[in-house]
């Protein structure tokens, strides 16, 4: 089998992997607190033998694909909304979040309160306070910069925030939640919440329209290029096997 046969599957497997990558990160451009992924690639050396003397086997030899997805952490830009119940983050925290699955994080601080008084996000996941969950009595709530939330001037809890050291891998479970690995949460020293505001997603748009394009050419270049090999084989088939 041509060497340049399987370098194609291979690249038209990652070009599809990353074209479901750009076309989620488009989706959401519109979503509170979103976090963009970016693609990476590696090669893979296709060969069993340690060493490789034919720059040409090693050329042909060695495939493109997709090695994952990180998240862009960057900050998406905050818009006053003029609802109280509103949260944005300045810096780099995050808003800790009870779920089914777990403890999970999230930039999203479009809250509400719930029939029983807690504090939950727009999905119905309580929101963590430094000593549990919050509880909102009735009443003008205000949320401070530190993010003490106070009910007609009393004190009902204080918003949780959590960071993470460098090189933490975050990882997206659709939607604006990110799960991290055990024991990697630590308090988030230099962040501050500002209320009545939300965070956008930092997907930019034309920058995604771009990626798409292009992930979407790569994509449809590498199925030409499938569609010449088999066609090849045919051929080949055709004509040798009919001289056995």
């Not at 997709?66 to 808003?95: H, K």
């Not at 991290?180 to 956008?200: F, I, M, T, V």
């Amino acid at each position: 089998m041509d060497s340049g046969f399987y370098a194609a599957a291979a690249g038209l497997k990652a070009q599809g992997q990353a074209l479901e990558v750009a076309a989620h990160n488009l989706a959401n451009i519109n979503t509170t607190g979103f976090r963009g992924q970016q693609t990476t690639f590696q090669s893979l050396l296709a060969l069993a033998r340690p060493a490789v003397s034919n720059p040409f086997t090693l050329a042909t030899n060695n495939y493109g694909v997709l090695e994952g997805a990180q998240l862009d952490l960057t900050a998406g830009t905050l818009t006053t909304t003029g609802n109280p119940l509103d949260v944005g983050i300045e810096g780099r925290g995050f808003f800790v979040i009870d779920t089914p699955r777990g403890t999970r994080y999230t930039r999203n601080g479009s809250f509400q309160v719930a029939a029983s008084g807690e504090l939950m996000t727009a999905a119905g996941d309580a929101v963590q306070g430094t000593t549990g969950r919050i509880q909102v009595p009735p009443g003008q709530v205000t949320i401070s910069p530190d993010g003490t939330v106070s009910v007609n001037g009393t004190i009902a809890g204080q918003i949780r925030l959590a960071d993470f050291p460098a090189g933490t891998r975050l990882v997206s479970e659709g939607g604006t939640l990110l799960s991290a690995p055990a024991g990697s949460e630590q308090p988030a020293a230099n962040s501050a919440l500002r209320q009545a505001a939300l965070e956008s997603s930092n997907v930019n748009a034309i920058g995604s329209v771009t990626t798409l394009i292009g992930v979407q050419r790569e994509f449809e270049m590498l199925g030409r290029a499938m569609s010449l090999f088999d066609t090849e084989f045919n051929h080949i088939a055709a004509s040798e096997l009919a001289k056995v």
